[in-house]
């Protein structure tokens, strides 16, 4: 049976989630840091922003962010935790949306996601997003990987969330998301399928397969 990843979903997942303490636990996912620290800072939106950390961690690098996801109680968290946790609270605009029908103001310097699922099509999400970078611009997508034997995953931004494995809709491959960025559009500098390490909530260790994708829109 397919998951509706709608609003209804998503409340419930980080309700039962649990969170970090104001403050604490936001760290934002390293292939942000890996892809993005090399930018000049510009206009960011971080499409399905979960509990902040991203959202923060561009703020503090200079970036003027958007963080938009469809559950208040994420965004109710990352609000409160960035408020401590932010050298520059002013820089981001927590935006209640639902991004498989909301449309932005205008374009970014940088688009990015982390594993986010909203009500549609894994790929077409990717590629309505792309939509929203400007000219010049950067994409930076992280989902999760798919394999024939998925390894445990970031659900949200924990790994935890869907279960073991993550849903098949919602796994990907580098090659599925950019072969819908077209070459004369796109410029495509990251394609990977990373696997790390790391130790969720619960103390147990868990090894994440995921999908790397940054691309530049051509100007």
Not at 78 to 97: I, M, N
Not at 185 to 211: K, S
Request: charged letters at 20%; proline letters at 7%; a negative charge.
């Amino acid at each position: 049976m397919t998951q509706a990843f709608d609003r209804d979903y998503w409340e419930s997942h980080w309700r039962q989630a649990g969170g970090h303490p104001p403050g604490r636990g936001m760290v934002p996912n390293p292939y942000l840091v890996r892809e993005i620290s090399s930018l000049a800072p510009g206009t960011a939106l971080d499409a399905g922003c979960g509990e902040g950390a991203e959202a923060v961690w561009l703020a503090d690098e200079g970036w003027q962010v958007t963080a938009a996801d469809v559950s208040t109680e994420a965004l109710s968290r990352a609000s409160e935790r960035a408020a401590s946790a932010c050298g520059a609270p002013e820089r981001v605009r927590w935006v209640e949306a639902d991004l498989s029908v909301w449309e932005p103001d205008g374009q970014f310097d940088l688009v990015t996601t982390h594993y986010a699922h909203p009500a549609m099509p894994q790929l077409a999400f990717y590629q309505r997003i792309s939509g929203w970078v400007a000219p010049g611009g950067t994409l930076l997508i992280v989902g999760h990987v798919q394999t024939s034997e998925t390894p445990e995953h970031q659900g949200g931004h924990e790994p935890q969330g869907h279960g073991h494995n993550p849903p098949e809709e919602v796994s990907v491959t580098a090659a599925s998301i950019t072969v819908g960025l077209e070459a004369s559009q796109w410029v495509i500098g990251t394609a990977d399928e990373p696997i790390r390490t790391l130790t969720d909530r619960a103390g147990r260790t868990v090894r994440l397969g995921d999908v790397v994708v940054r691309a530049t829109r051509r100007r």
